[in-house]
């Protein structure tokens, strides 16, 4: 953590630089000695200190600057540092004005020049002020802070992004804090640039305006780029599946990528309790578990990208990867482990409120923020059965709208019971969303009951939508064979009628996990034909890696 800050302020370089000399000589240890040579520019030190959530302990300015006085310099920076200790610095002739200044000015102590010897004119009131300081101090928060507001879609994003990836940062409600002066003091500091929200802030001073998770992802240093141009095996999509591979791959000696667009973890990573994961008899986050995996995964030195792929191609032996930035890559083996995405939901004004009271999957993020609040999870399957149990720790009331009469056909017994025993939770039958109504955000909800043909109109806060998925694979559509719902096709479902897929020139048939490019797998819910768990999900990855050894050991 950086230590508190001294700041002195005298236009007499001579002055300043003495002042500056005493004080670091006596406190450098605990703190940084910092001085300004006119009020002015200490002004603006001090609001971008503020935005890196510096601490100050001490503002000791010269009575006599041209422009603005030591006493007014010292009430402005109030406005800014209120809890740093103030004192002036004054000639003889200024004694009465500097007693005054501590009446009327808050000011706490006066000294006057010259101080010599400061041991005993000097660091004896210092130190009381000092003690005084520290008595009252709580260090700043000095990590990434998102200054924004709950209901703007970028802010959502960015949030889930950080907390997804596991990066530690302060959410500030620009809306819910506007009275809290250290929120004001923040807005006013960042000016026009404040109707520009979402906002990162960042521990070294710099800031991110209308960012973007990919900008936010490089700056706090999460890899976008392929440090080397080949590796033996890429993997793109860092789910269950793909962090299984990048871990075995790595750890019988290949040199191994693994892409992520979002973060690692893939829809695992929503899952706020996954029960039936061996092992683990309590259950477990898919995030922890996610958090787990890529330590083991880099451990074994496997390299992750935060980034998108956008394309693959063959030359020979190599299965090129180019990225959405535009950077590429090659590889002799590469792992297609892209997974799932949610469906969208068709309803008027879903797309709208999106991110604003609508979204897909469990919203990590959101959860806490529901508190007090009506939430509606859409969907009967178990992902919406968990994240209506996660909900309900926060949430005053929590509806699960399903097409059908009920759950059962659906959702585990075990995740119903759970349901039935949480009163918090209701399960609306014969139910879909035919609506979504607000203007900035989500306020009302029109829900189409097929029993009676009705629709009813009632108040919500938020709609979380878990109503299947499918993958996205469309980037890969003419280089790996699809079925018609997107599915990539491995193995025996390539073979039809006995015969090989199309173009494929090898004496062997595709390995059980291998697309129709030699070279290229498939595994997890990717793939035609899965079972989707995380359970059979890392057991495809690590399985492929087997293949893969077979397919390299060959590979000119
Ligand atoms: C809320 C929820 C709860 C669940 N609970 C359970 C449970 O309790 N037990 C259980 O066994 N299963 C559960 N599942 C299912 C389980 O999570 C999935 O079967 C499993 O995550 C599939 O793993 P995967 O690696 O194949 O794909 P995913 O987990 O879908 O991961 C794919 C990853 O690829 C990334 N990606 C996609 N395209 C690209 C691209 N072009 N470039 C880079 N990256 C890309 C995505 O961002 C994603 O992170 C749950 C699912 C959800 C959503």
Not at 48 to 55: A, F, I, T, V
Not at 62 to 85: N, T
Not at 453 to 471: C, Q, S, T, W, Y
Not at 504 to 512: A, G, H, I, K, V
């Amino acid at each position: 953590m950086a230590k508190p800050i001294l700041l002195s302020v005298d236009d007499d370089a001579d002055v300043l630089r003495a002042i500056e000399r005493d004080l670091r000589s006596q406190y450098g240890a605990d703190y940084r000695v910092l001085g300004s040579g006119s009020p002015e520019s200490a002004l603006d030190l001090l609001k971008q200190l503020k935005l890196r959530s510096d601490s100050v302990a001490l503002l000791l300015a010269d009575q006599r600057m041209p422009r603005i006085d030591g006493v007014h310099f010292l009430q402005e920076a109030m406005r800014i540092y209120p809890e740093a200790k103030r004192a002036l610095l004054t000639a003889y002739a200024d004694t009465t004005a500097a007693i005054g200044a501590i009446n009327q000015a808050s000011i706490h102590y006066f000294f006057m020049k010259p101080w010599d010897p400061p041991t005993e004119h000097l660091y004896p009131q210092l130190d009381d002020l000092l003690e005084d300081w520290q008595a009252s101090y709580h260090p700043a928060y000095s990590g990434i802070r998102v200054l924004g507001t709950r209901w703007s879609p970028r802010s959502y994003e960015l949030r889930d992004f950080l907390a997804r990836n596991h990066v530690p940062y302060q959410w500030i409600d620009a809306e819910i804090s506007a009275s809290d002066p250290e929120t004001k003091l923040l807005l006013e500091t960042l000016g026009p640039e404040a109707t520009n929200l979402p906002v990162v802030l960042f521990p070294d001073g710099t800031k991110l305006l209308e960012t973007t998770p990919a900008q936010v992802a490089q700056k706090v240093g999460l890899r976008t780029r392929a440090q080397t141009s080949f590796y033996d095996l890429a993997i793109i999509g860092g789910g269950p599946a793909g962090l299984a591979a990048a871990v075995y791959g790595a750890s019988e000696g290949l040199h191994t990528v693994m892409v992520e667009r979002e973060a690692p973890g893939g829809q695992a990573g929503m899952s706020s309790r996954i029960e039936n994961y061996l092992g683990f008899p309590a259950g477990l986050s898919g995030g922890d578990l996610a958090r787990r995996a890529v330590v083991q995964a880099q451990r074994f030195g496997v390299e992750i990208l935060a980034a998108e792929a956008s394309e693959v191609r063959t030359e020979g032996p190599y299965r090129i990867i180019k990225l959405a930035d535009g950077s590429e890559f090659s590889c002799h083996a590469l792992m297609i482990a892209t997974g799932v995405q949610w469906r969208r939901l068709d309803a008027p004004g879903i797309d709208r409120l999106q991110g604003a009271g609508v979204y897909y999957g469990g919203g990590a993020t959101e959860a806490i923020s529901c508190a007090g609040e009506t939430v509606y999870v859409i969907g009967g399957a178990n992902s919406a059965g968990q994240a209506a149990m996660n909900f309900a720790k926060h949430a005053e009331k929590v509806f699960i709208l399903v097409r059908g009469s009920s759950l059962s056909s659906t959702m585990s017994q075990y995740l119903i019971d759970q349901i039935k025993e949480t009163p918090k939770i209701q399960v609306w039958a014969h139910a879909s969303v035919a609506e979504v109504h607000g203007e900035t955000h989500l306020e009302e909800i029109s829900v189409l009951c097929s029993d009676t043909g009705k629709i009813e109109r009632v108040p919500g806060n938020a709609v979380f939508i878990f109503i299947g998925a499918l993958p996205r694979t469309d980037w890969l559509a003419g280089v790996v064979e699809r079925d018609d719902r997107g599915f990539l096709l491995t193995g025996p479902d390539l073979i039809v009628n006995g015969e090989r897929p199309k173009g494929w020139t090898l004496e062997r048939d595709p390995y059980l996990l291998e697309t129709n490019v030699p070279g290229i797998f498939a595994v997890g819910d990717v793939r035609h034909g899965s079972v989707k768990r995380v359970a059979s999900g890392v057991g495809e990855g690590s399985v492929a890696v087997q293949f893969i050894h077979q397919y390299l050991s060959k590979v000119q």
